[in-house]
């Protein structure tokens, strides 16, 4: 079974802190991508990420950047925290091929939600 | 860009009551499509997914879609919900961006069923 993991399930910070999300899967999956749910909108893509160190902006990349060293690992980063970034953000994988030409499913970690005091 | 429409925010069955959540996207060529379920304090999982040939997909559960490509639809049926049907589907429209294959999902449904 593929398995998508998060580095933290619960997470609370600061404004003006900066903010590592981890994600890491063990399927050697080409694409991953990071969204974030709110309620009543749904899933929100962030970044894609379709190779090691290549990445694409989402939808709302606006206060985040992300990091994809290993093929496994891919980390969203929060710059400098603030309130509107408080969400449930969650990671998904999936194979397809360096070019991000993929028709496969997703494959989602447990989500990490984060608040922002 | 494409967008994926789910009319039903909310939905609320009683158990062995048939179930229709619909999804209508917009973009013009080739897709495939996804419905995805998180059941309360669940991952995401996939339910069925539509690539091509017989425009009526089998999942899991019991759940079966139904893509109509000149009405853009991809609506999901079950003919008889559960209690433990009760979580939130996510209807989601595969896409060419650019030069990628990116997902784009829409709002979700809720759905609670009684028992």
């Known amino acids: 079974d593929v398995k998508v993991t998060q580095s933290s399930r619960y997470l609370v910070k600061r404004t003006g802190e900066k903010v590592f999300l981890e994600c890491v899967q063990d399927?050697?999956?080409?694409?991953m991508f990071w969204y974030r749910q709110d309620p009543g909108l749904g899933l929100r893509l962030i970044y894609f990420?379709?190779?090691?160190?290549?990445?694409e902006k989402g939808d709302i990349p606006e206060g985040y950047s992300v990091s994809r060293e290993k093929k496994e690992r891919f980390s969203l980063i929060l710059e400098s925290a603030s309130t509107n970034q408080t969400s449930m953000y969650l990671c998904?994988?999936?194979?397809?091929?360096?070019?991000?030409?993929?028709?496969?499913?997703?494959?989602f970690g447990p989500g990490t939600r984060l608040t922002v005091l | 860009a494409q967008s994926v429409s789910q009319h039903n925010h909310h939905v609320i069955l009683s158990e062995a009551a048939s179930l229709e959540l619909g999804c209508n996207y917009s973009?013009?060529?080739?897709?495939?499509l996804f419905w995805y379920v998180q059941y309360p304090g669940q991952h995401l999982q996939l339910l069925l997914k539509y690539f091509s040939g017989d425009p009526l997909v089998k999942g899991i559960k019991g759940f079966e879609a139904e893509f109509i490509k000149s009405k853009f639809s991809f609506n999901l049926r079950k003919p008889s919900v559960q209690w433990s049907d009760t979580a939130e589907y996510f209807c989601?429209?595969?896409?060419?961006?650019?030069?990628?294959?990116?997902?784009?999902f829409g709002r979700g449904t809720s759905l609670i069923v009684h028992p």
């Open positions: 998904a994988s999936r194979t397809g091929t360096g070019g991000g030409w993929s028709y496969n499913e997703q494959f």
């Open positions: 989601a429209v595969n896409a060419r961006t650019g030069g990628s294959y990116i997902p784009t």
């Open positions: 399927m050697d999956h080409e694409n």
């Open positions: 973009y013009g060529g080739t897709v495939n």
């Open positions: 990420s379709y190779d090691v160190k290549m990445k």
